[in-house]
């Protein structure tokens, strides 16, 4: 189990209660770094970024290298072309196989890139890449955080109408006792005692189903947290309504493009890409290293003498068979598409945030309404109890207000669900998801 969970957990634990869940508990949780699958991926990839980064950067700082050769060899001078031959009166013979002998050779060797400009775009790229995926952290840490923030709605929506639910069984309850003493006392009838238990049966038969859809959006809750199924807790917060702050959808939009984090991603993935490309270009400029070695080298320990090599390599591009065209081309072409795809996110980004703005008035209304609904539910339901305990109207009054009470909880809930849910998406869509949770 996470740390942060114990530390936050710990009271519970000691009195061996469920564990008191905060929704700001629940997304600090899951942004734990071992908390959420994609908060931990997420993690991976910026060090992967890093990564790749000190490995452009490699190619322009030094590369120094040891080496130490021991060889034993024979040779066949005639292999390289040597034929020495003597007059026969001489006496001397000159061998062409020579034999087993000896070398050693211990240097330490160094290059150094003195300019190559498609090296140092390419190190600018990655630097660029960096932040790219710093950026792709940081929205997969709102998206987590949206997630959760929705899955702990609907958690409480569900508690809530758990509690709906219980109300219901209850009031049955109220009612089928009323109307069985009401038979006991010969005012009432058979039919009016079944009708209540029928509808008692009814209300528990929806509170079972609506226990089970609590147990079902807690499991997707811990889920998401990244967290032990197994974990036990009590939710700390209400369905509630919370009124929002008016914007416009340019306002909100202008929020959105300075503050959410995939904007900034793809904004620096394709400035990575414009340097690539501008890397890809520079291919064809010359490029100038220096390289030295110094060692010693002989046919033996004793007799080995210091060595040594430096230089200047100048290296101009000629002719490559087209590959540095075709890489340009390839560069150009993921140039254009990275930039199709920020236009697209530009426009993705203005819709989320017009559709999160109507959604969030339809369920200010929805909420309204709904509110409206049930206080003129409840006031019908105690009128029409009021009634059959008066002996002035039938059991199906009190039944039939019942079932609309019931509705209009229900309506209630929904409603205040779909209001939470559309401001988690506006704060979402303007990049502020997690100043909301704070």
Sequence with gaps: MHRTLILAL????????PAKLSL?????????LDGNTRVQLAGELVRQSHARSAEARSALLPNLDGQFVYQSQTRNLEAFGLQITLPPALGILIPTFVGPFTTIDARLSATQTVFDFSSIRRYQASRVGIRAAESDSASARDQISAQVATLYMAALAAQAHVDAAQADVDLSQALARLADNRKSAGTGTGIEVTRALVQLANDRQ???????ERRQAQLQLLRAMGVN??????????LEYTPSEALTAKQATDLALAARADWKAQQTREQSLRLSYSATKFERLPSLASFADYGSSGLGFNNSV????????????????GRRDAERSDSASQLRQESIRTADLRAQIELEIRLALDSLKSSEDQV????????????????????????????????????RLARARDNRIAALLGYNVARINLAQAMGAIRQILQ
């Design 206 to 212: 929806r509170l079972l189903v609506a226990r089970n």
């Design 10 to 17: 710990a009271p519970a634990l000691a009195l061996a209660q």
């Design 24 to 32: 700001k508990q629940a997304v600090e949780i899951a942004l734990a």
């Design 229 to 238: 199924l197994d974990t036990d807790f009590d939710l700390t917060g209400q």
């Design 306 to 321: 210091p060595t040594r090599t430096y230089g200047i390599a100048l290296r101009v591009p000629i002719f490559d068979g």
């Design 368 to 403: 309204q309404v709904a509110r409206e609904g049930l206080e003129q539910a409840e006031r019908e339901t105690a009128q029409a109890q009021r009634r059959y305990e008066a002996g002035v109207a039938s059991s199906l009054e009190p039944t039939d207000a019942q079932t």
